[in-house]
């Protein structure tokens, strides 16, 4: 089941179930059971935890694919306005612009700069225990434009 389902479904379920504990909890006081006063934190957490499900799902978007990208760990990212991402040794030529652009794709804007560069580095031996980092290519996200 897809997550945004999922999530849609589980605070449906949750809801109820909340309403269903409260009434629980009302009889619970009328007749005066010892677990009355567990019911009431039993109810309010099952309330909240719909809640929760139901803005995460509002909130929520899927990540970007992108035909041809492959994905890669992100090593650096300053939140402002730089974001570097590690290819591994045997990264094809043809996947550095998708890779980017997928990558680019999946940023959000919060707290960053309107352009942010979104670099793509290999790690290339120069001698024995010693390398040195090379730009692959290197792409710009501008989140003054939507």
Avoid: H
Avoid at 93 to 108: D, F, G, K, V
């Amino acid at each position: 089941m897809p997550l945004p389902e999922l999530l849609e479904v589980s605070s449906k379920w949750l809801a109820w179930s909340g309403l269903g504990l409260s009434v629980l909890t009302v009889v619970a006081f009328v007749t005066r059971w010892g677990l009355r006063f567990r019911l009431v934190g039993v109810s309010s957490f099952t309330f909240l935890l719909a809640v929760s499900c139901w803005a995460f799902s509002i909130s929520y978007s899927p990540p970007v694919r992108i035909e041809g990208a492959v994905q890669v760990p992100i090593v650096f990212d300053n939140g402002t306005d730089l974001v570097v991402a590690q290819a591994s040794s045997g990264f094809a030529q043809e996947a550095i612009t998708p890779t980017l652009n997928q990558i680019a794709a999946n940023l959000r804007p919060g707290g960053r700069n309107m352009e942010v560069r979104v670099r793509l580095r290999q790690l290339q031996t120069e001698s024995k225990g010693s390398s040195r980092p090379v730009v692959l290519g290197e792409t710009k996200r501008d989140f003054s434009q939507g």
